[in-house]
């Protein structure tokens, strides 16, 4: 018979919790980013003048052509440091995980020029017992600003790990 864990928080997590990443940074966004991008979203239709046509969008609140929402700037590749591969999580209680969602608020629209920083941080989490025994709900949150540091957006994605 195993052992029942008093808990799932490790060290780690408690000397990492609100320790920022390093910033992953961006190319500069182009119009030609944003217009694919929203030709790839709204495919067979055609997409919104916002993010295509500058005339249209001048005359918009937004006085500007913006992305999508869903607009990833880092979809293209950046230069990233290597990282050291993550040890295999083995077997046992607290050793299986999964996704446990996503939410996201969108605070500034990102437009052509920009360049977007983004860092990440274990936030929080909540542990108690489930049908699936102990378990860990763990929330990190990823902030992107632009080049003038203004919020664009705001991600905390949940994992479950039991």
């Known amino acids: 018979m195993s052992e029942k864990l008093e808990t799932l928080v490790t060290q780690e997590m408690l000397e990492k919790r609100d320790q920022w990443s390093n910033p ?3 190319r500069p966004v182009s119009e030609s980013d944003i217009r694919k991008w929203a030709i790839a979203v709204y495919w067979p239709e055609e997409p919104p003048k916002l993010y295509w046509d500058e005339g249209y969008a001048n005359s918009t609140r937004y006085e500007g052509i913006i992305a999508p929402l869903d607009f990833n700037p ?3 590749p950046v230069p990233v440091p290597p990282s050291p591969p993550t040890p295999p999580m083995g077997t046992g209680q607290g050793t299986n995980a999964m996704n446990g969602g996503q939410a996201v608020d969108y605070v500034a629209a990102i437009r052509p020029g920009d360049v977007i920083s ?3 941080a274990l936030v929080d989490w909540n542990e108690r017992e489930t049908r ?13 600003t632009n080049q003038n ?10 994992s479950i790990r039991y």
């Not at 540091?149 to 949940?158: A, D, K, P, V, Y």
């Open 74 to 76: 880092f979809a293209w």
């Open 149 to 158: 540091g203004e919020l664009i957006r705001i991600s905390r994605n949940t």
């Open 24 to 26: 992953k940074v961006s």
């Open 118 to 120: 983004a860092t990440t």
């Open 132 to 144: 699936l025994g102990l378990t860990l709900f763990s929330t990190n949150e990823t902030r992107w």
